[in-house]
């Protein structure tokens, strides 16, 4: 691995406080006026309680009040930037993420709080969304570390983790009392030398030439990053 000359180094800006666009998705800083009723409908509710099985601190939330003050409150008090995700061809709000232990004299930030509703779960919209934030936090603001992390009993985030190009570092053992119960943390990461290849595998895959007419991929990410 080659270290970079860090000599003339600078603090990163604050990531957030732009929309980010794409083909598919458009990301905008959560804004409660405007986002507030069809963000609780996306992931609020009884019938959406188990997207948040496996996150300390947050849901489920059963009413938008209660999602509110949750969300401001952890804003406040741990320095959360929150997004929504909106699908571009229907306007509907379908998840959100978080910016968060944001370290701008590293240039390191991890995404969290990463809620999918079940409609954009394993779509392309979620990849893309996945994609954009990666590209504001390396592209745009020039950090060198990007982290992601999760339950180690969730093991769908720890695919979508691996799927998506991080790296796992290992697993912080009894890290967090999550609901009742013990929680095991496991770490992922990529750094900003890794970035190069992993966006050249998400803009392929990404690609309208690597699907069909009814949406279906001719390969999967996977598969482009291996070269197949």
């Given at each position: 691995?080659?270290?970079?000359?860090?000599?003339?180094w600078?603090?990163?800006?604050?990531?957030?406080?732009?929309?980010?666009?794409?083909?598919?998705?458009?990301?905008e800083?959560?804004?409660?006026?405007?986002?507030?009723?069809?963000?609780?409908?996306?992931v609020?509710?009884?019938?959406?309680?188990?997207?948040?099985?496996?996150?300390?601190?947050?849901?489920?939330?059963?009413d938008p009040?209660?999602?509110?003050?949750?969300?401001?409150?952890?804003?406040?008090t741990r320095?959360?930037?929150?997004?929504v995700?909106?699908d571009?061809?229907?306007e509907?709000?379908?998840g959100?993420?978080?910016f968060?232990?944001i370290?701008?004299?590293?240039g390191?930030?991890?995404?969290?709080?990463?809620?999918?509703?079940?409609?954009?779960?394993?779509?392309?919209q979620?990849?893309?969304a996945?994609?954009?934030?990666?590209?504001?936090?390396?592209?745009d603001?020039?950090?060198?570390?990007y982290?992601?992390?999760?339950?180690?009993?969730n093991?769908?985030?720890?695919?979508?983790a691996r799927?998506?190009g991080?790296?796992?570092?290992?697993?912080?053992?009894?890290?967090?009392?999550?609901?009742?119960?013990?929680?095991?943390?496991?770490?992922?990461?990529?750094?900003?030398?890794?970035?190069?290849?992993?966006?050249?595998?998400?803009?392929a895959?990404?690609?309208p030439?690597?699907?069909d007419g009814?949406g279906?991929q001719?390969k999967?990410?996977?598969?482009?990053?291996?070269?197949?």
């Amino acid at each position: 691995m080659t270290i970079k000359d860090l000599s003339t180094w600078t603090p990163r800006p604050r990531p957030g406080g732009v929309v980010l666009k794409g083909n598919l998705v458009r990301l905008e800083p959560l804004n409660w006026d405007k986002h507030e009723l069809g963000l609780f409908s996306a992931v609020g509710g009884h019938e959406n309680a188990g997207l948040w099985k496996h996150l300390p601190l947050l849901g489920p939330f059963l009413d938008p009040d209660q999602f509110r003050d949750r969300i401001d409150h952890l804003s406040r008090t741990r320095d959360w930037i929150t997004y929504v995700i909106i699908d571009s061809a229907t306007e509907s709000l379908e998840g959100m993420f978080c910016f968060m232990r944001i370290r701008e004299d590293y240039g390191s930030v991890e995404i969290g709080a990463v809620v999918f509703g079940y409609a954009l779960q394993r779509t392309r919209q979620a990849t893309e969304a996945l994609y954009l934030m990666a590209c504001h936090v390396f592209d745009d603001l020039g950090y060198r570390r990007y982290e992601w992390k999760c339950d180690d009993q969730n093991t769908a985030s720890a695919r979508a983790a691996r799927r998506f190009g991080f790296v796992y570092e290992g697993t912080f053992r009894n890290d967090m009392v999550n609901k009742g119960r013990n929680r095991d943390t496991a770490w992922f990461s990529i750094t900003d030398g890794e970035w190069p290849d992993v966006k050249a595998a998400l803009e392929a895959w990404l690609s309208p030439r690597n699907f069909d007419g009814n949406g279906t991929q001719f390969k999967t990410l996977e598969e482009v990053r291996m070269g197949r």
